[in-house]
């Protein structure tokens, strides 16, 4: 079996991509909601929606879809230690990707976080605040997979 788990890297890596678009996917399209219920007025019909569409997308894809790149992400590292040895950890690509990983997994805390504050009928930010930071994870998104494709410094 673990002769089997250790032979299946293109499996995994696949896997952990699909994950990976549906993380990415939630932590583009969270951020766009609370740009709009930014602007609503607290108790109304529109921000009981926002409230019902953000609780449904964190809890329905993103949250599954990191745990499930994570756990994807840790079958290719202990793939990747068997394979070339777990000097490639400290590799300047992988640990750019490692700060890109830490990055998004904050990111996606504090997504969460302001998801129960407008639930508690507050706007933990402003609407501009929203529009400016909401590339953020696909700017990491970008260093990450050119890291990891090139693997520079090898
Ligand atoms: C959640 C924690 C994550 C872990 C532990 C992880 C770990 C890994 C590892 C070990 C590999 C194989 C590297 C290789 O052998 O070439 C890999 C491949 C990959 N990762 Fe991740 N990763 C994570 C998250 C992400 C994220 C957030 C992205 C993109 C935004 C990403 C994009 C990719 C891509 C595109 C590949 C395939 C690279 C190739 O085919 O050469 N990963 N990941």
Same mark, same amino acid.
């Given at each position: 079996m673990i002769a089997f788990l250790l032979g299946q890297y293109d499996l995994a890596r696949g896997l952990h991509i699909i994950a990976v678009i549906a993380w990415m996917a939630g932590l583009l399209y969270l951020p766009r909601l609370y740009v709009y219920h930014s602007r609503t007025a607290v108790g109304s019909e529109t921000d009981q929606t926002f409230q019902v569409m953000e609780r449904r997308l964190l809890r329905g894809i993103t949250n599954p879809a990191m745990i499930v790149a994570y756990v994807f992400g840790a079958w290719l590292i202990w793939i990747d230690g068997h394979a %070339? =040895?777990? =000097?490639? $950890? $400290?590799k300047p690509w992988m640990l750019t990707k490692i700060v890109g990983i830490v990055f998004q997994t904050g990111w996606h805390h504090f997504l969460g976080r302001a998801r129960k504050a407008f639930a508690r009928g507050? %706007?933990?930010?402003s609407e501009r605040f929203w529009r400016l930071t909401n590339e953020l994870p696909f700017v990491a998104a970008i260093v990450m997979v050119l890291a990891v494709t090139t693997e520079f410094g090898n």
């Amino acid at each position: 079996m673990i002769a089997f788990l250790l032979g299946q890297y293109d499996l995994a890596r696949g896997l952990h991509i699909i994950a990976v678009i549906a993380w990415m996917a939630g932590l583009l399209y969270l951020p766009r909601l609370y740009v709009y219920h930014s602007r609503t007025a607290v108790g109304s019909e529109t921000d009981q929606t926002f409230q019902v569409m953000e609780r449904r997308l964190l809890r329905g894809i993103t949250n599954p879809a990191m745990i499930v790149a994570y756990v994807f992400g840790a079958w290719l590292i202990w793939i990747d230690g068997h394979a %070339r =040895g777990w =000097g490639f $950890l $400290l590799k300047p690509w992988m640990l750019t990707k490692i700060v890109g990983i830490v990055f998004q997994t904050g990111w996606h805390h504090f997504l969460g976080r302001a998801r129960k504050a407008f639930a508690r009928g507050e %706007r933990p930010h402003s609407e501009r605040f929203w529009r400016l930071t909401n590339e953020l994870p696909f700017v990491a998104a970008i260093v990450m997979v050119l890291a990891v494709t090139t693997e520079f410094g090898n």
